[in-house]
């Protein structure tokens, strides 16, 4: 066998060259055999991402579970015609994907993403809860479906804007935190319909729902757990929430706008003005694209945004 000699001080050993390379190559072996390997450490996700990640999956198991379940309710317990389950639904699927574009707008100037992402899961828990007593009282039915848009609005676009909070534009681990997240949301989507409809199966439609609240506000509590992990994030701008502005200060204003936004919507869907509605908010959301499009400083950023 062919051997390197080696020489140490007085000592004098013999190493193949198979370990030779080895310890060559040390920097590339697993971090569980070489402790100090620096490498490793840079290439680990930072902690918060694991909260991040948990509260996405709760959010998809809860949106996912109600959405599973909303079509049925309306035909068969509400007794709609399939005309008007079906138009109701269109119209809530649709604004809920409409309404980040303001939720992102009140994280940008006021918020901040941490913030717009813990009151969106809380008002898309509390408008699950409101769903399920519409069994008893139908009339909630509206209401619940527009806090439920309010709470999506707040949430969905901010939670990928929180992740990328946790990185520098030009770190490596960037994409495979994306790719984490959205592999996330997927089981979370997966999961919840089988969960959401067997509990209803056995249970009731109340139950049914108040599983995805129950997901929503797990995913929440996590999240609220590792909150020491985003204090560099952007929090709330407080001095624009107390700035004052038409005789109130902007929390005040935004207050208005939690509460109006919903009955706003769930007048919207009693009178049957969504489809209206939604030509409006779509026409708004592409004035402000080709308004942000134009704001682009350079063309790779146009790039993306295209």
Request: hydrophobic share 50%; proline share 4%; charged share 15%.
């Amino acid at each position: 066998m062919l051997v390197t000699l080696r020489k140490h001080g007085d000592t004098a050993g013999l190493i193949s060259p198979q370990r030779k390379a080895l310890s060559e190559n040390a920097a590339f072996l697993p971090q569980r055999l070489y402790p100090g390997n620096t490498m490793n450490k840079q290439a680990s996700q930072p902690r918060a991402i694991y909260y991040v990640v948990a509260l996405q999956i709760w959010e998809y198991f809860s949106f996912y579970g109600m959405r599973a379940l909303l079509i049925l309710y309306l035909t068969n317990q509400l007794k709609y015609d399939d005309n008007h389950a079906y138009e109701l639904f269109s119209a809530y699927c649709s604004l809920v994907y409409v309404t980040p574009i303001l939720g992102g707008y009140l994280a940008d100037k006021v918020l901040g993403n941490r913030m717009a992402v813990m009151l969106g899961a809380f008002l898309m828990a509390i408008g699950h809860l409101v769903l399920g007593a519409s069994e008893i009282a139908p009339t909630f039915l509206y209401l619940s479906l527009a806090i439920i848009v309010c709470g999506y609005g707040l949430f969905k676009s901010n939670i990928s804007c929180l992740l990328g909070e946790l990185y520098q534009p030009e770190d490596p681990r960037r994409d495979g935190g994306f790719s984490l997240l959205y592999a996330a949301g997927n089981i979370g989507s997966i999961v919840a319909p089988i969960a959401c409809g067997y509990v209803q199966e056995e249970y009731s439609w109340a139950m049914g729902f108040a599983l995805a609240a129950i997901g929503m506000l797990a995913g929440l509590v996590i999240f609220l757990c590792g909150n020491r992990h985003f204090t560099h994030t952007t929090g709330v701008n407080k001095a624009v929430l107390c700035a004052r502005n038409y005789l109130l200060p902007n929390w005040g204003w935004l207050l208005i706008l939690l509460v109006a936004a919903p009955l706003l919507i769930t007048i919207l869907f009693w009178k049957e003005w969504s489809v209206y509605a939604l030509i409006v908010a779509t026409a708004i959301g592409l004035v402000v694209l080709a308004k942000i499009y134009r704001q682009a400083q350079t063309a790779k950023q146009r790039k993306e945004l295209g």
